[in-house]
């Protein structure tokens, strides 16, 4: 490997600075670009002799750490949640366009194929959880789940921290909002189902393709579309409420099916709908595009300049309001596209308001309880 001080930018025409398909296979990204904080850049460079063929494939490593605290906090106005909880760093789903990605340099680590593939477990989340919550200035709101990482990510069968979690909130009465590509959700019916049924959960199935192709390319160790469809039917035969996110819509890639996704979704008891624009931000950017030429070179200039279309020419605008919508002509036709779909389909007529109403404050295991 050689070692350049200062940012190295990858040539997305020729895929030159990316690792050997056999080096990187089952992952999304193409390449592992230093973080942004870094003081020197580290890119692949073969020697003539295909070293690069040598390198070992890439597997997962798991950090176990003890987290500080469980509930994260926030003020986004537009988003509708103000904390939640991310049980896991990194995501071995390795969607190519996961907005997570950046938050890996702030531990020195590449937003790339790191993100993927070196993964941090908080052991301690849930009994963290449990102390914040009997905390007597704790006022109860919606938790959040799954807005960052997946917390039913592959790992999650081994470490089992989401059940933790949702063992806590349902013994709290805790309402909590859980967004998931797995199927894996379905395991945890018998928490979720009791605590539907106090109006605390409600469970949104991310489907960004119906193409079973795309999707293993785009989102490779996600759950298939078919096996989401299936999760959400099981879920809301079981009486759990759930939605459907078309997230991201990727203008010219998938944009076009997403009547279809919708469709599926209601036929699959889903009761509600989002959709949120595809968000290049700081790493994403090169990840995706470098994806993008990979993968898709036939189309990807004309994906590009849509998304900029939207962007007000840029390749993405943070602005609160904006971010998750865009402007423009084309963004306008994507939100009309997806109201009148909704409509016809029965989606978002009632909307499940989550209830804090059934909250329990309970002692800590191990806690002195008070005499008075």
């Known amino acids: 490997m050689a070692q350049f001080q200062g940012p190295t930018r990858v040539d997305f025409s020729t895929g030159e600075q990316g690792l050997p398909a056999d080096v990187r296979r089952g992952r999304g990204a193409r390449s592992n670009a230093s973080g942004r904080y870094e003081k020197f850049s580290h890119?692949?460079?073969?020697d003539g002799w295909q070293s690069l063929e040598?390198?070992?494939?890439?597997?997962?490593?798991?950090?176990?750490?003890?987290?500080?605290?469980?509930?994260?906090?926030?003020?986004?106005?537009?988003?509708?949640?103000?904390?939640s909880i991310n049980p896991y760093r990194g995501c071995e789903h390795g969607c190519s366009y996961c907005f997570a990605r950046p938050t890996h340099a702030y531990m020195g680590l590449s937003p790339g194929l790191d993100f993927e593939s070196k993964?941090?477990?908080?052991?301690?989340?849930?009994?963290?959880?449990?102390?914040?919550?009997?905390d007597p200035s704790y006022s109860p709101r919606t938790i959040a789940l799954g807005t960052n990482t997946d917390p039913y990510?592959?790992?999650?069968?081994?470490f089992r921290i989401m059940r933790q979690i949702l063992e806590v909130l349902e013994r709290f009465n805790h309402p909590v909002g859980i967004v998931t590509k797995s199927a894996l959700v379905t395991r945890d019916l018998d928490i979720l189902k009791p605590m539907a049924e106090k109006g605390l959960v409600k469970v949104a199935m991310s489907v960004t393709t119906l193409d079973a192709k795309l999707a293993?390319?785009?989102?490779?160790?996600?759950?298939?579309?078919?096996?989401?469809?299936?999760?959400?039917?099981?879920?809301?035969?079981?009486?759990?409420p759930t939605a459907v996110m078309f997230a991201p819509v990727i203008p010219a890639l998938n944009d076009a099916e997403m009547e279809k996704v919708l469709q599926a979704a209601a036929s699959a008891g889903a009761s509600e709908a989002g959709y949120v624009l595809l968000r290049l931000t700081q790493e994403v950017r090169d990840i995706f595009r470098e994806w993008l030429m990979t993968e898709q070179p036939d189309r990807a200039a004309h994906v590009l300049s849509l998304i900029r279309s939207m962007r007000d020419g840029k390749d993405y605008d943070a602005t609160w309001g904006r971010r998750m919508r865009g402007t423009g002509p084309y963004a306008w036709s994507i939100g009309r596209r997806f109201e009148i779909a909704a409509k016809r389909l029965g989606l978002n007529e009632m909307k499940t308001k989550l209830t804090a109403e059934h909250f329990t404050r309970v002692s800590v295991t191990g806690e002195q309880l008070s005499l008075l």
């Open 43 to 46: 890119a692949p460079f073969d």
């Open 54 to 83: 040598d390198l070992p494939r890439i597997k997962t490593t798991i950090t176990e750490e003890a987290a500080k605290k469980a509930i994260t906090r926030n003020s986004s106005p537009d988003i509708s949640f103000d904390r």
């Open 119 to 134: 993964l941090f477990v908080k052991t301690n989340a849930a009994a963290l959880l449990e102390r914040e919550l009997s």
């Open 153 to 158: 990510q592959p790992i999650e069968r081994r």
């Open 216 to 240: 293993r390319s785009m989102e490779p160790r996600a759950a298939t579309p078919k096996r989401r469809l299936q999760a959400m039917e099981t879920l809301s035969a079981a009486g759990v």
